[in-house]
């Protein structure tokens, strides 16, 4: 009988060693091929989701700074708005005006009208705008003290952005009068100023200041002829809304001495401050809205990244150390179970000697057993090892079929290491069944 034949009685006849060393290979092969391939999968998913989620907050951030822009654009509109609403923050006198005298007792020194147009047309001019002329100066009137007040329509600058007009538009023949001034007076009385009849166009609110609430607003034109002043203004009231920096006042004398140099200017700087305090603010909001953003979408990551790196140090611990034990204990019950194959058939072993079997048959005999089983393990481990791995993969570790590939080099060393392992672990159980003498085997049966 050939050693073939031998080989396939052996395989038929001792159906338990065979399953028991069968079972053992295919499960060294299946944890050798599925614990690469999970790690692998897990590891590929991870790095997709990580730069999904990096992808998706770059993309939010992005809509949120667009929406910002937005959100800017129209709050600084409001406020711009609100802020207008508060009046004028600039007044621009001529040089030889004594300050004293004009917050106190509203006078300065007369100026040319022409100066607020040529303010106007001057491009060096970018720091003010709604430049309007003012003439005032205290009258008597109704025999109490008035100040009458006479505005120009707002010069136009055609080099500065289009903005709707601030301060009071009076026409021609019309008064607003003060809340102090107006008294017994209604909308729609005609009165007399200095030698001209008027019509009250409307009463302002009290204000709480005596230059609005005891003012009588005229048109220019109207001041300058009852104030016998023409062609002459005392101020030109403006709005510093284009200085962001503590030097504005600086700022904007700087540009005026370009233009006109002999004037000088003076601002209301609790309302300019309030402008660009409110600006600030509602920067500073939506800043802190996208930091506090992007500092909680990076936590999320940092914690998803820090989650999925201690699965993978599981898994990679569970490839490096768990896997080589197992493959380690199964070589070893493969060796077990072929030591007591040999003490089985010793004296089988013992015939075949006595036959003229040699060495090399007999070797061939059992290493021949441990390479069948062993490419039969690899390759059953093999393919057990891929679906066991993509199974925990998709329902444990929720790792995408995408993401989810066969490590090639795994396999082909299960498929072609596990003959080995099986081999080598059947070499001192061979050894000791060449070795054995057929006489002493025959003679102790």
């Not at 600058?157 to 026409?171: I, N, T």
């Not at 057990?384 to 066969?406: D, K, N, Q």
């Not at 081999?423 to 003498?437: E, F, H, I, R, W």
Request: aromatic share 4%.
């Amino acid at each position: 009988m050939s050693t073939f034949q031998l080989l396939c009685a052996e395989l038929r006849h001792r159906k338990m060693n065979v399953t028991l060393s069968l079972l053992a290979l295919i499960a060294a092969a299946t944890l050798f091929v599925a614990s690469p391939t999970l790690l692998r999968g897990y590891q590929q998913e991870s790095g997709l989701r990580l730069a999904k989620m990096q992808q998706e907050t770059d993309r939010e951030l992005q809509a949120m700074q667009e929406k910002a822009k937005t959100d800017l654009a129209e709050l600084d509109t409001r406020t711009k708005r609100i802020m207008r609403d508060l009046g004028f923050n600039l007044r621009i006198v001529h040089q030889n005006t004594d300050l004293g005298q004009l917050y106190a007792n509203f006078v300065s020194y007369d100026m040319p009208e022409a100066y607020v147009q040529k303010l106007a047309d001057s491009p060096e001019i970018t720091k003010i705008v709604h430049l309007v002329a003012s003439l005032k100066q205290m009258v008597e009137w109704e025999s109490k003290p008035r100040l009458l007040v006479g505005i120009a329509p707002e010069a136009t600058q055609s080099h500065v952005e289009k903005k709707a007009p601030m301060g009071l538009q009076v026409k021609p023949g019309m008064v607003y009068l003060g809340n102090l001034a107006a008294e017994s007076h209604a909308i729609g009385d005609k009165v007399e100023i200095l030698g001209k009849q008027f019509e009250i166009a409307h009463i302002l609110p009290a204000h709480g200041r005596a230059d609005e609430d005891i003012a009588i607003f005229m048109n220019l034109a109207d001041a300058q002829q009852v104030l016998k002043k023409p062609g002459k203004i005392s101020e030109i009231l403006a709005l510093g809304c284009k200085c962001k920096t503590v030097e504005r006042v600086e700022e904007i004398t700087a540009q005026l001495e370009l233009v006109l140099p002999d004037t000088k200017v003076t601002e209301h700087r609790l309302q300019a401050v309030a402008r660009e305090d409110q600006r600030k603010l509602v920067e500073a909001h939506h800043q802190q809205t996208m930091d506090d953003y992007e500092a909680n979408r990076q936590k999320i990551a940092q914690q998803e990244q820090t989650h999925r790196e201690q699965v993978a140090g599981l898994l990679a611990g569970v490839t490096s150390i768990v896997t080589p034990l197992i493959v380690f204990v199964c070589a070893l019950w493969v060796g077990l179970l072929a030591w007591s194959n040999v003490r089985e058939r010793r004296a089988e072993i013992g015939l075949l000697r006595a036959i003229g079997k040699r060495s090399g048959s007999i070797a061939s005999l059992f290493l021949g057993k441990a390479i069948l089983l062993g490419m039969a393990g690899g390759i059953v481990g093999c393919l057990l090892g891929y679906l066991s791995a993509r199974w925990l993969a998709t329902s444990v570790f929720e790792v995408t079929v995408e993401s989810f590939t066969p490590s090639t080099l795994a396999s082909a060393c299960a498929i072609l290491g596990t003959p080995l392992v099986a081999a080598m672990a059947s070499y001192l159980p061979t050894l000791a069944a060449v070795k054995q003498d057929p006489a002493v085997v025959l003679s102790g049966e």
